[in-house]
């Protein structure tokens, strides 16, 4: 059989931790004085940390000193593990695991590509840890999504070339950087927001294990 790289996201790939992201950033701006809409939340996936607080002071107006700036990016870190503290294994999104098996024993090369600094915790508590060939995640790149680094880099470490990789993305950030790292982009969400993607399914209970060896095989 003939070897494919598979790369995961994280956040709103494989666990539910989306929703903890957009809790704590809507906390934040709620007591800078504004909000922060479903539609401006989508923007911010796959985003860095960094980078999401910037964006989201630019939306409110605010502007704040860089030690301020910096106890918010700790006090909003700080709520988010504490959503992640009370995690299981329920938290897997459905099929995940299923696809992950069947990958595993179908002996293809397994990658995280994540955005996240807080990445292999979170895999540790949900027990995937053992699952990925390799982990590049945020404290390995220099460049965020959209900008393909973290994905050349997983394809690095697995040792497949960039265009037999697979890239699973709920965000539009990173639907682009597998785009533009000329991977096949597998959208995980609303057709609607991720229409940029070669494939976009609802969720992996959409997908089934024929399309994954069709990947295989092609
Ligand atoms: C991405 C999330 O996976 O990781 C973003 O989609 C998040 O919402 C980013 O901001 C950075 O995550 P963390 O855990 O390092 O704050
Ligand atoms: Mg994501």
């Not at 809790?23 to 860095?48: C, H, R």
């Not at 909003?76 to 999104?93: A, P, R, V, W």
């Amino acid at each position: 059989m003939k070897n494919k790289g598979f790369i995961f996201d994280l956040d709103g790939v494989i666990v539910d931790t989306a929703k903890y992201h957009y809790l704590a950033w809507k906390n934040l701006a709620n007591e800078l004085g504004f909000d922060i809409t479903p539609e401006q939340n989508e923007l911010l996936k796959g985003v860095s940390r960094i980078r999401s607080l910037e964006t989201i002071l630019e939306w409110g107006g605010v502007k704040l000193s860089e030690s301020e700036f910096n106890g918010h990016l700790v006090k909003k870190n700080e709520e988010y593990l504490s959503y992640i503290e009370g995690m299981s294994e329920d938290e897997i999104l459905p099929d995940v695991t299923k696809i992950l098996a069947y990958l595993v024993d179908a002996k293809q090369p397994i990658a995280l590509g994540s955005a996240s600094k807080n990445a292999r915790p979170i895999l540790a508590k949900v027990n995937l840890l053992e699952k990925f060939d390799t982990i590049v995640d945020g404290n390995d790149v220099t460049k965020a999504k959209p900008d393909p680094e973290v994905f050349l880099n997983a394809a690095k470490n697995l040792n497949m070339d960039p265009e037999n990789c697979i890239v699973f993305e709920d965000s539009v950030a990173g639907v682009t950087a597998a785009n533009s790292a000329n991977m096949i982009s597998i959208g995980i969400g609303d057709k609607e927001v991720l229409g940029h993607a070669d494939h976009v399914f609802k969720d992996f209970t959409e997908i089934e294990i024929d399309f994954i060896k069709e990947l295989v095989t092609t």
